[in-house]
């Protein structure tokens, strides 16, 4: 996480307007002062910036006690768009009531400053402790960032206006126009606020708040501050029925809960009295002490479930059909048959063979006559079976997939068939091959899936540890670095410690997961593209990487003082994000070789059912639940 660090301020400076009142602008750094040469190079210098470069400029300049510098998503030029938040924030359980700030969703510079400049006085003023005791304040300080770094107003350069059209339409974060709506309204819906305030910058204060439902928390806030700032004048209206403070106050965000809102309008020449005149208010509201958000209790809710009752909550829906021997249907059954064991529900199990019992009576084929890698890893639920009821049927079945590893005459090939040169691979391929060498003992099957295993490291192993989906892309894909972390940790799992190869495959083990801790987000979870911490923090490959981990602490395999709390962190955020429905959020859809990094951040992120990330969601909470049960 980046930290703001304290930016030497020099005087305030000024500009008449026509009707002569003076506005105030940015405090300027010292050396901007010491002529005009190096004013106007400074100035041409920041012209030439990218937008990115412009928003970490700015965001350089501050170093706030305890804040964390993290991004809620990516605009269409690729500038990151930031947020500021502490360790309260990531905590739900805080006693604290939770303000959110959003600066610069119309573009303005003068947005963006009033913005840090509450945030610097309540992080750094005396007079803030107080408040500070009671109030955990986060920001949005640039919404908008390319609307601000390009001086377009509310524009954001990309034919889209973030101000309005809320809640967004259509997929998400693929919009070819306004995805900074999308971020902006999925990722408040988990922060979970009691709060939100939209602050901007007029000609005179007002301000605008819902007069009924959860926006009239705010009317009192409102009030408050309307007195102090405008009192000869009725400064409160009702927001437009588009506007981020109406809907986030109305309608249940992400499928979580509705939070009070409200947007400031502010003089500019009130800058500096707005922050400490905004917390005594929300004193005076009887804020600092109100209940938890709709949102925040709603998410609470979820954080308070065993692993078990969330298996549980999947199980009613996902695992219940195996129209063909898939990779995503047969780990949601795999699911099952482990929630039968934990819950002590054979119920669970009958119910799977009852699924899976026309593949073993011969009626329908595993294998289709065009296979695929997701079909070979479709065979992982015969050899869960096989282990589980020790009919050797089903080791015929697990086996019909491994064998596609040897030609006619029993010779391994190069690899697993049907790679596509994917990083998926590592999990399509490798763990049959190890199941088949458990349920069968024999070596080859062992053999083959440390040969695989290369193959796709040589193709698809980066220098830093992760993996890029393909070689026609260094991106490191979220689950295409999941596949290979779930894919070794069941490998793992299935291959006898004494056979040669072993130490190989743990040593690649280890590495992965040891460079994919380092990239692990505060939230918890892993992002879509695993380095690129603007892509959106993604349910399946966080479910993979953590499965990995817990199997590999359950194992004996890895640290458990470095690793535990890694665990703990996302398993907190991945049920956060798992609905009592079985509802999702921010599920990639499924995704082939791509061709760019912007290919990647566009995947669309499913919020509501899937079954993807269901059957993902159902491993690790099942795993969860044998690690509580052991620990």
């Known amino acids: 996480s980046a930290r703001l660090a304290p930016r030497p301020d020099g005087p305030l400076t000024h500009f008449a307007s026509p009707r002569g009142k003076k506005y105030r602008l940015a405090m300027l750094p010292r050396w901007m002062t010491l002529g005009v040469v190096l004013v106007v190079s400074g100035a041409a210098a920041l012209a030439a910036q990218t937008p990115a470069e ?49 600066g610069g969703l119309d573009g303005s510079e003068s947005s963006v400053r009033a913005t840090l400049s509450v945030l610097r006085w309540f992080y750094l003023d005396a007079d803030a402790q107080v408040h500070r005791e009671r109030v955990a304040l986060s920001a949005v300080p640039l919404a908008n960032p390319d609307g601000w770094a390009s001086g377009l107003g509310p524009s954001n350069g990309s034919g889209g206006n973030p ?66 700032f405008s009192p000869d004048q009725e400064a409160i209206a009702e927001p437009a029925d588009d506007e981020l403070v109406n809907r986030i106050s109305r309608q249940a965000a992400g499928g979580v809960g509705a939070m009070a809102a409200l947007r400031v309008r502010m003089d500019p020449d009130d ?24 949102a925040r209790e709603s998410i609470q809710r979820r954080l308070r479930r065993s692993p078990v009752e969330v298996a549980q909550q999947l199980a009613a829906h996902y695992g219940h059909e195996l129209e063909r021997v898939a990779y995503i249907p047969a780990l949601a059954l795999l699911g099952r048959i ?71 005459q029993g010779n391994p090939g190069e690899s697993m068939p049907f790679h596509n040169e994917m990083s998926d691979s590592v999990f399509m391929g490798t763990p049959i091959l190890a199941e088949a060498g458990r349920l069968t003992g024999e070596a080859k099957y062992l053999d083959m899936a440390l040969r695989h295993m290369k193959f796709m490291q040589d193709l698809c192993l980066r220098p830093d540890g992760l993996y890029r989906h393909s070689p026609l892309d260094e991106a490191a894909w979220g689950r295409g670095n999941g596949f290979p972390a779930l894919g070794l940790a069941l490998s793992l799992s299935a291959m006898p410690e004494d056979h040669p190869g072993r130490a190989r495959m743990l040593a690649a083990f280890r590495n992965h997961l040891e460079a994919l801790l380092r990239r692990q987000d505060p939230s918890g979870m892993w992002h879509q593209v695993i380095d690129h911490p603007e892509s959106y923090r ?40 798992i609905a009592p429905s079985g509802d999702l959020v921010d599920v990639c859809t499924g995704t082939g070789k791509q061709k760019s990094l912007r290919d990647y ?31």
């Open 54 to 102: 412009k928003v970490e400029r700015l965001l350089s300049g501050t170093r706030l006690p305890g804040v964390i510098q993290t991004s809620i998503g990516v605009t269409r030029t690729g500038t990151p768009i930031p947020a500021l938040i502490t360790n309260d924030d990531l905590d739900y359980f805080t006693p604290k009531t939770r303000v959110l700030l959003v």
């Open 163 to 228: 101000t309005v059209a809320y809640p967004p339409q259509g997929t998400a974060y693929n919009n070819a126009t306004d995805p900074e709506a999308a971020y902006l309204w999925r990722w408040i819906a988990m922060h979970a606020p009691e709060l939100v305030v939209d602050l901007r910058v007029g000609t005179e204060w007002a301000f605008a708040v819902r007069q009924s439902g959860t926006g009239a928390d705010a009317h009192g806030l409102a009030f408050n501050l309307s007195k102090r």
């Open 271 to 294: 800058r500096d009295a707005l922050a400490p005149e905004l917390f005594k208010a929300v004193q005076h509201a009887g804020m600092a002490g109100w209940p938890d958000s709709t």
């Open 338 to 408: 482990r929630l039968a064991d934990l819950s002590g529900d054979a119920s669970h199990l009958a119910d799977v063979e009852r699924i899976v019992k026309p593949y073993l009576d011969g009626g329908k084929a595993t294998l289709p006559d065009r296979p695929s890698g997701s079909n070979l890893s479709g065979h992982l639920v015969f050899a869960e079976l096989a282990r589980v009821t020790k009919k050797t049927r089903y080791i015929e079945l697990a086996r019909a997939a491994a064998d596609l590893g040897f030609d006619n």
């Open 538 to 577: 993604e349910l399946t490959a966080t479910s993979m990487i953590t499965f990995a981990m817990v199997r590999g602490l359950r194992s004996g395999w890895l640290d458990r003082k470095r690793y535990e709390p890694v665990i703990d962190r996302a398993w907190e955020s991945l049920k956060a994000r």
């Open 601 to 631: 951040f566009d995947r669309t992120a499913i919020l509501g059912h899937d079954d993807r990330g269901g059957a993902m969601a159902l491993m690790i909470s099942t795993e969860m639940a044998y690690w509580q049960r052991e620990r």
